[in-house]
C-alpha cells in the first residue's frame, strides 16, 4: 500500500493541534499558580489597583465609566465580527464552494474533510462570539456597580465583574487564535501545522511577563463624606456664647456710627 497525501492530514492536524492545546494548558498553570510571571496575571494586578482607586475617589466618577464603556464598545464589535465569520461559514457550507477542492491543495480534499474543516472553524467563532458576550455582560454588571450613588460596595465585589470581563476577552481571543489557525487547514495540512508552531512562539513572547509587579500603595483615601467629617473634626470647638456676643456685638457697629453721626 502506497502513500497517499490523505493520510498527511492524520498526522499533521492533530499535531498542531496537540501543540496548540499543550501551550494554553501551559499557560492556565502558569496563571492559576504563578500569575505574576504571565502578562494575564500582570493586568489583573493593574486592574485591582485601578478599581481600588476609583472606588475610594468619588470626585471621578466620569472617568472610570468611560474607561469601562471602551471595553464593551471592543467586546461587542469583536462579538459581532465572530457572528459575522459564523454566518459566512455557514453560506458556504450551503453553497458547497469548491475552492478548497482544487489539485493544488496538498492534503485531504473530500466532502466529508471539508465538512469538518467548516463545523470546525464554525465552532470556534461561535465560541469566540460566546466569550465576548460574556465579556460584556460582566463590563455592563460593573459599570452598574461602580456608577450607583452613595453605594458602600466592598472593593472585591467590583473587582470580580471586571477580572472576569478581562479573562472572557482573552478567552475570544483564544477562540480567535484557534480559528485562524484551523483556516489555514483550509489550504492543506502543512500551512496549518507550520501556522500552529508559529502561533506558539509569537504567543510565548506576548502571554509572558519578565517586569515585576508593580506593588501599589494599599493606603485608604477616604470619601468625600469621611473628608468632610475629618475637616470638622479638626476645626475648633465653637462656644455658643462667644458666637452670641460675637453676633450682637457686629450688630451694634453699625448703630453706635449713626448715633455719632446724628
Known amino acids: 500500500m502506497g502513500y497517499q497525501k490523505e493520510n498527511l492530514d492524520l498526522i499533521l492536524v492533530p499535531s498542531g493541534l496537540l501543540i496548540m492545546f499543550s501551550y494554553h494548558l501551559f499557560l492556565l498553570y502558569r496563571y492559576l499558580h504563578l500569575p505574576h ?8 494586578n493593574d486592574t485591582r489597583a485601578w ?7 468619588d470626585t471621578q466618577t466620569s472617568l472610570p465609566l468611560t474607561v469601562i464603556s471602551s471595553n464593551i464598545s471592543a467586546a461587542t464589535y469583536l ?10 461559514i455557514g453560506t458556504w457550507i450551503q453553497g458547497n464552494a469548491t475552492v478548497f477542492r482544487s489539485t493544488l491543495i496538498y492534503g485531504d480534499t473530500r466532502s466529508s474533510t471539508l465538512t469538518l474543516k467548516y463545523i470546525s472553524l464554525l465552532i470556534c467563532f461561535l465560541l469566540a462570539f460566546s466569550c465576548f458576550v460574556h465579556s460584556t455582560r460582566k463590563f455592563i454588571h460593573a459599570n452598574y456597580l461602580i456608577s450607583m450613588p452613595k453605594s458602600n460596595i466592598p472593593i472585591k465585589y467590583v473587582e470580580m465583574p471586571v477580572i472576569r470581563g478581562n479573562e472572557f476577552w482573552q478567552l ?3 477562540a480567535l487564535y484557534f480559528a485562524l489557525d484551523l483556516l489555514m487547514w483550509f ?10 508552531a508559529m502561533m506558539v512562539l509569537l504567543l510565548f513572547s506576548l502571554d509572558f ?29 465653637t462656644n455658643t456664647a462667644t458666637a452670641t456676643i460675637a453676633l450682637a456685638a457686629a450688630a451694634a457697629v ?3 456710627i449713626a448715633a455719632r453721626e446724628g
Open 172 to 174: 475570544g481571543l483564544r
Open 187 to 196: 489550504f492543506g495540512p502543512i500551512p496549518m501545522f507550520i501556522s500552529s
Open 37 to 44: 510571571t504571565t502578562a494575564i496575571g500582570f493586568e489583573n
Open 51 to 57: 478599581v481600588e482607586r476609583i472606588l475610594k475617589d
Open 254 to 256: 453699625p448703630l453706635n
Open 79 to 88: 462579538a459581532t465580527v465572530s457572528l459575522t465569520l459564523s454566518s459566512l
Open 209 to 237: 511577563n519578565t517586569t515585576p509587579i508593580h506593588q501599589y500603595d494599599r493606603f485608604p483615601i477616604p470619601h468625600r463624606k469621611e473628608k468632610k467629617e475629618v475637616m470638622e473634626r479638626e476645626m475648633p470647638p
